[in-house]
């Protein structure tokens, strides 16, 4: 299914090679040829700097380090820049080093998949009023939005977060994830409640097995919540758990490991990818170069009619598009919320009797455990949804979901491949009912081949593809940026931008589809030149923040406690340009002047340099992400009013609204009564006899 079959795109500036052109050539578009007649324009010069007319039909899309507009948008970046701008690489790094950069173009890739997501959302609302638009995406501002911890810790308890090298930060915890092997490095982190509790038993069971002190062993995993475990008993289970990781191999954790279930994977070589046979199973590489090219796999559904395109009540490109989500976490969380900030209605299953780990998480002082309802980032995750608490294994539920089921335009889900299919809301069984529908299915390993049916989280698709073995200091141990997750925020907007894709597709064929996006695929598409590095024999290893790609780039300290600049050179007369200011010295020039002074004085003479942001920095200080609104206040009911994360595009045309998250099960009577069209009667005996839990 190639949804974009029949459109071209005309690509400028150095789009050619972009993961936004690949992503858009994988959908079916021909790339090439001139503005005149395009479909789309892609650029990564801005607006302003396009000089020839945009059709008034064409959907032009720019990702720019800065965006195209406002008062920093003619600063000089690059990848470095941007992530240090953004927050991205405040985060990544060993405490008591510099900073270090992400594996290859991470900021620059996540900001060409936000950007998919913009132009199939306006190619969307393009066959509602026949008018294209521009969409703009600034890479700073999309770093930013990774930084959805440090915002709200700093917000609400005026804490910020720091490098922790290989350990994750979760507000109020630091959670160890990177741990040396015999002969490599894997990742594994205990995970909280229901979900993790299985596997944190089956590593304390292992351990026991292999006979070395085991501190877990006894532990109630129903009750443990990371973001309550004191810091001493932590640090006794960590020294416990890295004691037993080092008596063990690569191929264990790869085998027995998985067998046994502890969550826990392999850090991969890009060597390593190439020969990975679940990748094989699925095709992936089956392509001429031996290179991903597909982003998702879209089976089409039968031939059908095509579905009334519905008239939406509030603003955004998908106004009118009906979504039924089934969704948890961050991946199906963020991609139901992008829908519903671009102007989707979007309905959110979910239920008392197992709640989304972030109605648990207790990461900031104004929540409580055990209220499901004062947890910041599940407000943030859920704007602009509608809340439905149900029990799908009650009696009675499916008189709750068949009628949302044909009411719906696209399903969402991200749960484990084959649990739809036990609770008969698969594909195939809900194209039974309603043949036009578009569902999306988002899993680490996607939903075939000998891994599909293991479990991860964010860290498993980065250690798998490679991106966190190419990640630190040259000279030190592959590092994770620990407060900024990845591939549970790149995932989203693949989904999304397929989904709106399809449901155009549909207006003309009819035919709905299933979206198959794994994280995995997703992340190694990303990594894409190591893996070319790595056919033509190379064996890629960590650089800290050098590129082979660009002249000269590092992070330089400035005066004060950890404050550093990102500096990036593009040829030898950016390099002169530099001297000329700071003469041959440039650390000891940098350490005795303020951060900020630094990066206006280099910006300033041309040469691209910016501060490696904290979150008071990002919140209380960057006049561009001040001016593209980067932060939405809500008010909440329980919190108060406060900055969300706004979805990081600009729409030229459909402007957007977003609303505050729900409660939980807010919306589930009304819901049953004005969409199921049940009686007051009949909700009520629903009511008292749990189906709404």
Not at 455 to 464: F, K, N
Not at 560 to 566: F, H, I, K, L, T
Not at 618 to 636: C, K, M, S
């Amino acid at each position: 299914m190639k949804p974009l079959a029949g459109h071209r795109i005309a690509v400028l500036g150095g789009m050619a090679d972009r993961p936004l052109a690949r992503m858009l050539a994988s959908l079916g578009a021909e790339l090439g040829g001139p503005i005149e007649g395009a479909s789309f324009v892609i650029d990564d010069l801005g607006r302003a700097n396009v000089a020839e007319a945009i059709p008034e039909a064409a959907v032009h899309v720019s990702v720019t380090p800065f965006g195209s507009d406002g008062p920093r948008s003619d600063w000089r970046g690059g990848e470095l820049v941007a992530s240090a701008m953004g927050g991205t690489l405040r985060v990544t790094g060993e405490p008591g080093r510099s900073p270090v950069k992400e594996a290859g173009d991470a900021c620059t890739f996540h900001a060409d998949m936000v950007a998919a997501a913009g132009a199939m959302a306006a190619h969307y609302a393009r066959g509602t009023h026949g008018k294209g638009q521009h969409v703009d995406v600034s890479i700073q501002q999309v770093a930013f939005s990774r930084n959805v911890n440090g915002v709200l810790v700093w917000q609400f308890d005026r804490r910020k977060l720091h490098r922790v090298g290989g350990a994750l930060a979760y507000g109020k915890a630091t959670v160890r994830a990177i741990w040396t092997l015999a002969d490599g490095w894997c990742f594994h982190s205990l995970m909280t409640g229901r979900l993790g509790a299985p596997a944190n038993q089956a590593l304390s069971d292992w351990m026991d097995e292999v006979g070395v002190t085991n501190p877990l062993r006894g532990t109630d995993w129903l009750n443990y919540n990371r973001s309550t475990l004191p810091a001493e008993t932590r640090a006794e289970w960590e020294a416990a758990i890295a004691a037993f990781f080092a008596t063990r191999t690569k191929a264990e954790i790869a085998t027995e490991g998985r067998r046994r279930g502890i969550n826990s994977c392999v850090v991969n070589e890009p060597a390593d990818v190439l020969a990975d046979p679940h990748l094989a199973t699925r095709g992936f590489l089956d392509t001429p170069s031996g290179l991903p090219e597909r982003f998702a796999v879209l089976r089409e559904g039968a031939p059908a009619e095509a579905p009334a395109v519905h008239t939406g009540e509030r603003p955004g490109p998908l106004s009118g598009v009906r979504v039924l989500d089934f969704a948890w976490a961050l991946v199906g969380s963020i991609t139901t919320k992008t829908l519903g900030d671009l102007g989707a209605d979007v309905v959110k299953v979910e239920t008392r009797t197992r709640p989304d780990l972030s109605r648990l998480d207790v990461q900031v002082s104004a929540s409580q455990v055990g209220n499901l309802d004062d947890k910041p980032w599940f407000a943030h995750l859920n704007s602009s949804k509608r809340s439905l608490s149900l029990n799908m294994k009650a009696p009675g539920a499916r008189e709750i979901l068949d009628p949302l089921i044909d009411w719906a335009d696209v399903v969402v889900e991200n749960f484990s491949p084959g649990t739809m299919a036990k609770l008969g809301l698969d594909y195939d069984s809900l194209a039974a009912r309603n043949p036009g529908i578009v569902m999306v299915s988002g899993s680490v390993y996607g939903q075939t081949g000998p891994l599909a049916q293991e479990w991860g989280v964010d860290g498993t698709g980065g250690a798998l593809s490679g991106r966190t073995f190419l990640t630190g200091h040259a000279d030190g141990d592959p590092v994770i940026p620990g407060a900024v997750p990845y591939g549970d925020v790149i995932v989203p907007f693949v989904m999304a931008a397929n989904v709106a894709a399809a449901l155009q597709h549909r207006r003309d064929s009819g035919r709905g589809c299933h979206i198959d996006a794994a994280m995995y695929e997703i992340c190694v598409q990303q990594m894409r030149d190591y893996l070319a590095a790595a056919k033509r024999g190379e064996r890629p290893q960590r650089a800290g923040n050098a590129d082979p790609a660009i002249f000269f780039q590092d992070v330089f300290a400035a005066a004060g406690e950890d404050r550093w600049v990102a500096i990036s050179l593009f040829d030898e007369a950016d390099r002169a340009k530099l001297e000329a200011i700071t003469g041959p010295d440039i650390a000891r020039w940098c350490a005795a002047r303020e951060d900020h002074a630094i990066a206006a004085e280099l910006q300033a003479a041309g040469i691209a340099a910016g501060v490696v942001q904290d979150a008071e920095d990002l919140i209380e200080r960057d006049p561009q992400l001040a001016d593209r609104a980067a932060l939405v206040t809500l008010d909440h009911p329980l919190l108060g009013p406060f900055g969300h994360i706004a979805t990081p595009l600009r729409l030229s045309r459909d402007r957007v609204a977003p609303f505050r998250a729900p409660a939980m099960g807010e919306h589930a009577l009304e819901i049953a009564r004005s969409m199921c069209g049940l009686s007051p009667e009949r909700v009520q005996a629903m009511r008292e006899s749990g189906v709404f839990e």
